[in-house]
């Protein structure tokens, strides 16, 4: 998932449901300094945990499906990349499409929304419109077998509705 995100961006990394820090660690292996993180976490004790073990990160406890709303004070500039470690396909597909939506809009021209996913089909649907998508290979060794999804605006086509 880390590889999506360019290290050497000095704008914010937004990641979205960290837990425990398993990405967070993966995004700063591979260079991302660790005062860029935005990290967005529910459950207080798993904040307790991340602001101890990234003390430069600026940990928020909020609720990534209303990311406007948590993140109205935490970012001052559009992030370069939000990294989503959510189990969306629990989510219905509306509660879905809001979440890529104002992820988007608090994102850089270009800048990957990033989800990896068990199942076999996209947690957000490959064609939307005013969005690019693309996929990795399975990966087979990951158990159970995993997909990473990447979605980003396209500027030239239309946005995404309102509605979803």
Not at 23 to 38: A, K, M
Request: hydrophobic share 40%; aromatic share 6%; proline share 11%.
């Amino acid at each position: 998932m880390a590889e999506y995100v360019d290290p050497n961006d000095a704008a914010p990394v937004i990641e979205l449901g960290p837990g425990t820090g398993a990405i967070t660690n993966g995004l700063i292996q591979r260079g991302v300094d660790p005062s860029r993180l935005v990290l967005v976490e529910y459950n207080p004790s798993f904040c307790a945990l991340l602001k101890e073990r990234y003390p430069q990160a600026t940990v928020v406890q909020g609720d990534a499906y209303s990311l406007r709303d948590t993140l109205r004070h935490a970012l001052k500039t559009p992030a370069s990349a939000i990294v989503s470690g959510l189990p969306l396909v629990t989510k219905p597909m509306a509660v879905r499409l809001k979440l890529l939506r104002d992820a988007l809009a608090l994102a850089a021209s270009n800048a990957p929304f990033v989800q990896f996913t068990y199942s076999v089909a996209p947690p957000i649907p490959k064609s939307l419109p005013g969005v690019r998508t693309q996929a990795s290979e399975r990966i087979w060794l990951n158990l159970p077998p995993a997909r990473v999804w990447v979605y980003r605006k396209n500027e030239a086509a239309p946005r995404l509705s309102p509605r979803g």
